[in-house]
């Protein structure tokens, strides 16, 4: 996995993000090697075996944000509350 932007950007092989792996062959066998081969890679790129976490939410808590990568890589946690909070007011 090679990480951009202080490792808030995380690509296997350099160029496909893992939630977006699954079932990407070339990323998951050594068989189909590596694009660049200046760059050591070892098998297995990619795990089918979920990352999960559980969060305990309470009647304070107003909404809960689901989001891809591709949010995260963009916004600060502060940013989307913000967004969130802004369209929930405008209705």
Do not use: M
Not at 43 to 67: G, K, M, T
């Amino acid at each position: 996995v090679l990480c951009y932007h202080g490792g808030r950007a995380c690509y296997v092989k350099g160029r496909l993000q893992p939630s977006r792996a699954f079932g990407d062959i070339h990323l998951k066998l050594d068989d189909f090697g590596p694009d660049d081969e200046d760059i050591a890679w070892t098998p297995p790129y990619v795990s089918a075996i979920p990352e999960v976490a559980s969060i305990a939410l309470n009647r304070l808590d107003q909404f809960l944000v689901l989001a891809s990568d591709g949010l995260w890589d963009v916004f600060e946690n502060e940013e989307v509350v913000s967004l969130v909070v802004s369209w929930r007011e405008e209705g």
